[in-house]
RNA sequence: GCCGCGUUCGUCUAGGGGUCUAGGACGCCGGCCUUUCACGCCGGUAACACGGGUUCAAAUCCCGUACGCGGUACCA
């Protein structure tokens, strides 16, 4: 697919490095991804880097780290190189300066002296007087110390004298700034109701409005697809466009993910619900990257089918734009979990035991690879995470050192220990062990002893995993191994008489 | 406050004038299967925000109200 100029296709994810890379960014580097790949188009990655207090160290690292766990690889970023480098966009000043320079040549920007204090006191002054807002805009502009007040003389002396100053965008007053956006249709704007931008900081570093704008047309970006807290922003860059004689990318606009609690899903809001926010978190608490990719890719989209478990490829060809919907979404992690339990069902015993390897080894426990394949078949329609293979099955990897309260309470009779002891010797003395002979010899035991199976049965587990949870008796003793049922029935019976 | 965007089961959603006594999924509740726990299967619970229009007919189109969310920075 190409745009309306017959470009091809090329989408950004550009994040800024404030911190661990969120949740909701996530998502958003997911829809352009899946745009790219659907449409063969090209998927970069952008750091925007201009915001010198926000700026973390660490960041760039995780967005990077975040993307490659989760499988969303980009085809030209800060790493991996491409035509548009450098992919940060603090190392684009230069860049930017320049843009910025022709904007106030052609009289679209214009220089202004204004301290932060002024700004202030000018709001304030605003606001009291009860005007609805307070913006620095084709009205108020009069009052401040800019290029469009002082002699032309003055700035350039301000200028020469290396007065701290910005660039403002001098926006047009009483028109309709109107653009499509791919989800939501036509969208319009007054420019009544913007303030004249800053675009070049005192600091000499552009704004997101200004970088952003050179950079796509740069790029040549053709779709820019971002969060919804982008929209009041976008008449902004549509009129940054027209100043710079450029034609805008498509616009489409996702709608927002919220917490439960309502709001958008900040740190704060998320984690009172239990929800975690950065795409590590999720890593580091054992989700499968293909099942939070799925999840995400439901939050805002559907594909019109009653299909909800995807892979990432199986994404991409049913993914499209217009069928993302507009409205906010809610996180639910119940979701999210019941994804997880999908995903590792469909995978191999040998891929599920590969994801569940750190854990195990985590936990200490080893054995050989065929035992290990055996029990995660075992066990891959009982988890909803890879991980609980090394903590909801001990009794595979180890005796029991404690037995369920509850389930002696109901199985362990007074007949239990005499069962129990001569199911153990007649185990001992079979020819053979395996899944059918120890239900053979526990079936032949019960009606020699006149009782249900089910009274043996009940304490054997109980003995063998010191729970009432697992899968078929017979197909985990089978795995377990002769001596160890034989020795952990021995020990039940002496511990519980 | 102002501007913008939105509003179908608790949640994610299908639907876009008649096929809707509104479909699916998660959750929840029953049942079946079964030696347990799961899985699976069957069934149940539960929604068109409200008020006006337009129309023979509206969940679907229009207007208003309410509510929610976002924006309103020399942050992105």
């Keep these: 697919m190409v745009d309306s100029s017959g470009a091809p296709v090329r989408v950004r994810f550009a994040p800024s490095p404030t911190g661990l890379l969120h949740i909701g960014g996530l998502r958003t580097a997911l829809y352009n991804y899946l745009f790219a790949r659907k449409h063969g188009g090209r998927f970069l990655l952008r750091i925007e880097d201009t915001d010198r207090e926000r700026y973390v160290e660490e960041a760039e690292a995780d967005i990077v780290a975040s993307l490659r766990w989760a499988g969303l690889a980009y085809d030209e970023g800060p790493d991996v190189g491409g035509p548009d480098a450098p992919y940060y966009q603090s190392q684009r000043s230069e860049i930017y300066r320049h843009y910025a320079q022709q904007l106030l040549e052609a009289g679209h920007a214009y220089y202004a002296f204004d301290t932060p204090e002024a700004l202030e006191a ?3 002054r605003l606001q009291q007087s009860g005007h609805a807002s307070a913006r620095y805009d084709a009205v108020t502009r009069q009052q401040m110390q800019n290029a469009l007040t002082l002699p032309a003389d003055e700035v350039r002396r301000r200028l020469e004298a290396g007065a701290e100053h910005v660039v403002r965008l001098k926006v047009p007053r009483g028109r309709m700034v109107r653009f499509q956006d791919l989800i939501r249709g036509w969208v319009a704007f007054d420019t009544a109701e913007l303030d004249d931008q800053v675009l070049l900081k005192s600091d000499g570093l552009p704004t997101y409005h200004l970088a952003n704008v050179v950079d796509d047309h740069l790029m040549q970006v053709t779709h820019v697809i971002r969060g919804e807290e982008w929209l009041p922003s976008t008449p902004k860059h549509v009129l940054l466009y027209e100043c710079f004689g450029w034609t805008a990318p498509a ?3 996702l709608p927002l993910i919220h917490s439960p609690s309502g709001g958008k899903l900040s740190k704060r809001n998320a984690e009172e619900m239990g929800i975690p926010v950065s795409v590590r978190q999720y890593r580091e608490e054992g989700y499968e990257p293909e099942a939070l990719l799925n999840f995400l890719a439901f939050l805002g989209w559907n594909p019109g089918t009653e299909q909800e478990v995807f892979t990432l490829d199986a994404l991409v060809e049913a993914f499209s734009l217009d069928r993302v919907g507009s409205s906010g979404v809610q996180f639910n992690l119940d979701k ?13 015993p040998g891929d599920l035991l590969a994801r569940a390897a750190p854990h195990l080894r985590a936990r200490g426990f080893d054995a050989d690879a065929a035992y290990l394949r055996r029990v995660a078949a075992l066990m891959q329609d009982r988890i909803a995470f ?3 293979l090394a903590t909801s099955c001990d009794f595979f990897f180890e005796d029991p050192t404690a037995y369920d309260a509850q389930g002696l309470k109901k199985r362990w009779k007074d007949d239990s220990a005499a069962l129990l002891t001569a199911y153990a010797d007649r185990l001992e003395q079979a020819d053979a062990f395996d899944e059918a002979s120890a239900e053979a010899v526990l079936r032949t035991l019960a009606e020699e002893k006149g ?3 089910g009274r043996i049965i009940h304490p054997t587990r109980l003995a063998l995993s010191g729970m009432t949870f697992g899968p078929g008796l017979f197909e985990m003793m089978a795995v377990l191994g002769r001596a160890t049922c034989v020795r952990r029935l021995r020990r039940a019976v002496e ?3």
């Design 451 to 453: 009782v249900g199976a």
């Design 336 to 348: 999210l979990r019941w994804y997880n339990q999908q995903h590792l069902r469909a995978l191999s």
């Design 495 to 497: 511990v519980l008489v």
């Design 251 to 253: 616009m489409a606009h």
């Design 386 to 388: 890879a991980s609980d």
């Design 122 to 124: 000018m709001r304030e």
